[in-house]
């Protein structure tokens, strides 16, 4: 048994007034002088005891009439057929909850919530809702289900939102996608936001909710907000010893509802504060403001810019990272050293490894005859140049450098013998030296294709129109990667690692006699990020944004990875890549096989932006033409207990029972008192 | 009819304060009915002329008279005002019970008050006796007009008593008769019943009439009451909780048998018995008392 209007039940309090009533009266009867009470005293006893019974049960059937009134207007149903009035119109319902960075201003994640809650209030048991939490996708997933209270619950336990940006379209393709398995006609997608305009960037006018998906927007954002945000911080991420003082930029704007004309932005250098500068958007929308910092010694530094004078505070930092690196010592054994600069493969290499005012290279030149394994280990990488007459012990001594951990690049010219370099290079070239190719006057090679993904030639991913008129036939060995190739199909860049070094053989010479890459505009970049490349594991990225995914292992071959969040938290990773989503900012602490590393993790500036839309906006966008004007859910449901309750009729058959009731009560009442 | 009824309505009775006056409504208003009355004239050798006077029996007027005259006269004979009629009034406590119109010692000394009026008119004399369980009043029967005012002096005087014992003024009345006399009880009877019957057949014996009006309220015969109370006896203050309607029928019952017993042994004894309602006209009290005179003498 079930009642439509249960508070009316309330009323079965009143069965206790004729109880009451009796109780009161009981205790005060009134007198009545009479001529004589002989007859009255010869009343038998069983009579006596008749009339008490009598009072009882006219006391008990008056109670019984009230509360037979009460659930009357309480409009009862048997549990049939509230099951079927249930699932005459059930309700299938995805909420949104916004969980973006910028749902933590103020308490408008906190009515957020509750608007949640008062949605779950308003359902009853039958309907089936699903519960997603997003910013530019979908934090959490909790999928059509009838378990109101668990989703209760979640919404309950939600402590606070993430630091992620707000994108509506894809949150509400999900939200339409879990609705194609709703099993109700019923349909509706409730987003609770604060309804960010640059949520809706990526609005796509062609899309809609599918037809007959209700949708309702709940704005909770906060009427009147100010907030002053770093929307770009400019700092180098690596630098070389003894480098200059170096400029970091911060681009302060005000993006609250009130505007915001003042404040401070610091600079923090390792923890400890080296700058700071007033904020004047007076008469600007926008300031840049410039510091100078020195990062002497070498390692990584971490930084902090941050700006003061708004109350929202979680996005009032940016960090980042720089790495301060030693110089690449590089060893130069230049075969054919010539006094004619133009044919001097060392002049080339030394042009374009020293030009650069703070060149990370420490260039060393010796001839062929000084190369020695002490020479070797004090470089970090060996050039050989058009060197074609090394000594068996020179050569063994190479081939242990680069066992040992030692890079080399390898570019022979014409003083190269093929039978002495592949006898002596044969456990550490990349390629067999086979013919060497001479074209005619006319007649050159150039670089047909490249691998853009190699660290070497991923930045230099343009037109090498370098001419090619001489050149080494090469075999490449199977271990070997080509990572250029010549026109005519023959490699012209080959890679190989052997033991802890890597080893690179260009095909033709670093002068001009046989071609004129040096005189290429890609000529420096690309013997730099050669050296680069082979002394130096790949540049690693140190700053990222929330949301985005990487790993913190730089090396990508650790072993032991310890890493810590921004506030402390130890990171428990889900995969062997080591491979983290950044959810909050600050700095990420990581261990590498005992070598420290930092990442520095960002909010994104546009979700600072407290630029509303409209929700109508967002309505006449996504709501399918073809859906109903849906009617609301309490008109609906009114509706149908009317229409259910109708030929059920049981309040008539209680009211009849009461009148039936008091009939009784009057035929006992009168035999008791008349 | 129904206007000399109305005059005789107790309810209206009790708004005169005038006892005479009453009693001469009520005796007036009995008479102007009595003119078709069955009952014949009296006795003996003719004595004198008297002037006619409403409810004398048309037989009595000397016609030829009359015819002379043009005016009524009635023929009065030598024995006519020879009746003793000692009218004994119980004032118990009880007889004060009213349950909302005349109570019914008001009723009985209104009842009083006619009949002596009637009888001192009909030249008979006439006494009084008024009791609880002893007796407050006694004016022996005489037949003058000064009398009259006396008796209705005195019953305009009854106030409620106490308890009740009509055996006492009855054994006395019994030992002051010398004649034959008539003697009217109006009572509630609400004493011991046996021992008033055992009375009242002494009486009897003893060569007088007897005539009993028991008294009762209407919500005494009838029970009326609907709420639960508490009920006080009037006369011994003894309390009684109950709900009437539950109990009616048997209280009902058990004055039926009481009233039964007393209307039973009345007769049996040859004391005439009246039961009155006190919501009822006062004309039945007096035909029974006219029956009775015309019956005895």
């Known amino acids: ?674 | 009819m129904s206007d000399s009824i109305n005059f005789l309505d107790p309810s209206i009775l009790a708004g005169l304060d005038n006892l005479e006056l009453r009693a001469r409504v009520v005796v007036e208003g009995f008479l102007s009915g009595m003119h078709k009355s069955p009952h014949r004239g009296f006795s003996v050798e003719f004595n004198d002329y008297r002037n006619y006077n409403r409810g004398d029996d048309m037989r009595h007027v000397d016609w030829k008279l009359y015819a002379r005259s043009d005016k009524f006269y009635i023929k009065q004979y030598e024995d006519e005002t020879n009746v003793r009629c000692v009218i004994v009034l119980d004032t118990s406590a009880s007889m004060a019970y009213s349950s909302g119109g005349i109570s019914k010692l008001n009723y009985g000394v209104t009842l009083a008050s006619a009949l002596a009026y009637f009888i001192m008119r009909q030249r008979d004399a006439v006494g009084l006796i008024t009791f609880d369980d002893e007796i407050k009043e006694f004016l022996p029967p005489k037949c003058r007009q000064p009398h009259l005012m006396r008796i209705l002096r005195a019953l305009s005087q009854v106030k409620p008593g106490t308890k009740t014992d009509v055996v006492k003024p009855l054994t006395n009345l019994a030992a002051t008769l010398t004649k034959k006399s008539i003697v009217v009880l109006i009572t509630d009877m609400l004493d011991d019943e046996e021992r008033i019957i055992r009375t009242l057949q002494n009486l009897r014996a003893m060569g007088n009439d007897v005539i009993t009006f028991q008294v009762m309220d209407d919500a005494e015969l009838n029970f009326p009451f609907n709420e639960a109370s508490e009920f006080i006896d009037m006369e011994n203050n003894e309390s009684f909780i109950t709900t009437p309607a539950t109990i009616r029928k048997s209280y009902l019952d058990n004055l039926n048998v009481f009233l039964s017993y007393c209307k039973k042994q009345c007769q049996t004894s040859g004391v005439d018995y009246c039961l009155l309602n006190t919501a009822n006209p006062l004309d039945e009290a007096l035909s029974s008392y006219m029956s009775k005179r015309a019956k005895s003498f």
């Open chain 1, 1 to 674: 048994m079930v009642f439509i209007s249960p508070l009316f039940l309330l009323g079965l309090m009143a069965a206790l007034l004729p109880i009451a009533i009796h109780l009161i009266r009981k205790e005060k009867p009134p007198k009545l002088m009479f001529s004589t009470i002989r007859f009255l005293k010869k009343t038998s006893k069983k009579l006596i005891l008749f009339q008490h019974i009598q009072q009882w049960l006219l006391l008990l059937l008056r109670s019984v009439v009230i509360a037979l009134l009460v659930m009357a207007f309480a409009r009862p149903l048997i549990d049939q057929t509230m099951a079927r009035l249930l699932d005459a119109d059930p309700q299938s319902a995805v909420i949104l909850l916004d969980i973006s960075m910028s749902m933590r201003y103020g308490d408008t994640f906190d009515r957020a919530k509750q608007e949640a809650l008062d949605i779950l209030r308003t359902m009853t048991s039958g309907d089936e809702v699903a519960l997603i939490g997003f910013s530019d996708s979908a934090e959490f997933v909790r999928e059509l289900n009838t378990d109101i209270d668990s989703v209760r619950s979640v919404i309950a336990d939600l402590e606070e939102p993430g630091y992620g940006a707000t994108r509506y379209m894809p949150n509400l393709r999900l939200a339409d996608q879990l609705l194609e398995e709703s099993r109700y006609d019923n349909r509706v997608v409730y987003l609770i936001s604060d309804f960010q305009d640059s949520g809706l960037q990526d609005l796509d006018e062609g899309w809609k909710l599918a037809p007959g998906v209700a949708f309702n927007g709940i704005d909770v954002a906060t009427e009147e907000s100010s907030n002053l945000v770093l929307t770009d911080v400019r700092s180098p991420e690596q630098l070389l010893e003894d480098a200059a003082e170096q400029l970091i930029l911060a681009r302060v704007r005000s993006t609250g509802t009130l505007y915001l004309n003042q404040g401070e932005v610091t600079l923090s250098i390792d923890g400890v504060m080296v700058d700071r500068a007033p904020v004047n958007l007076a008469d600007r929308s926008e300031e840049v403001i410039s510091f100078s910092a020195n990062f002497d010694t070498q390692g990584t530094h971490v930084g902090e810019v941050r700006v003061n004078g708004d109350n929202f505070d979680d996005d009032n930092s940016f960090f980042f990272t720089v790495d301060v690196l030693p110089k690449i010592r590089v060893l130069l054994v230049n075969g054919e050293a010539s006094e004619n600069w133009f044919d001097d493969e060392g002049h080339w290499f030394g042009l374009a490894v020293s030009s650069a005012a703070q060149s990370p290279f420490e260039l060393s030149s010796i001839e062929p005859a000084e190369l020695s394994a002490a020479v070797l280990r004090r470089n970090d990488v060996a050039v050989l140049l058009n060197v074609g007459d090394l000594s068996t012990a020179q050569a063994e001594a190479v081939g242990e450098y680069v066992n040992n951990g030692g890079s080399l690049l390898l570019a022979p010219g014409d003083r190269v013998n093929p039978d002495i370099f592949n006898r002596q290079f044969a456990e550490i070239a990349p390629a067999t030296i086979g013919s060497q190719g001479q074209l005619g006057i006319d007649d050159y090679l150039v670089i047909a294709d490249f691998d853009r993904r190699h660290p070497i030639l991923r930045p230099l991913d343009s037109d090498w129109l370098a001419r090619f008129q001489g050149h080494w036939s090469l075999s490449a060995h199977a271990e070997s990667d080509v990572l250029m190739q010549f026109d005519n199909t023959e490699p012209a860049l080959l890679e190989r690692e052997v033991g802890n070094g890597k080893v690179i053989l260009f095909a033709s010479s670093l002068d001009l006699e046989w071609n004129n890459l040096a005189l290429q505009g890609l000529f420096l970049p690309f013997v730099h990020e050669t050296l680069r490349h082979l002394v130096q594991s790949e540049k690693k990225q140190g700053s990222y944004d929330i949301g985005e995914s990487f790993s913190l292992d730089p090396t990508g071959e650790g072993q032991s990875v310890q890493a810590m969040t921004p506030s402390g938290d130890d990171i428990v990773f889900a995969n062997d890549d080591f491979v983290v989503t950044a959810t909050e900012p600050g700095l990420i602490s990581v261990n590498v096989d005992q070598v420290d590393y930092r990442y520095a993790v960002n909010i994104l500036p546009e979700e600072s932006d407290f630029t509303r839309a409209a929700v109508a906006t967002l309505y006449d966008s996504i709501i399918n033409p073809d859906t109903d004007i849906t009617q609301s859910r309490e008109v609906r449901t009114t509706q149908l207990i009317e229409e259910l309750e109708r030929p059920q009729r049981m309040w008539w058959w209680i009211l009849i029972s009461v009148m039936l009731l008091i009939l009784a009560e009057a035929v006992v009442a009168n035999r008791t008192y008349r």
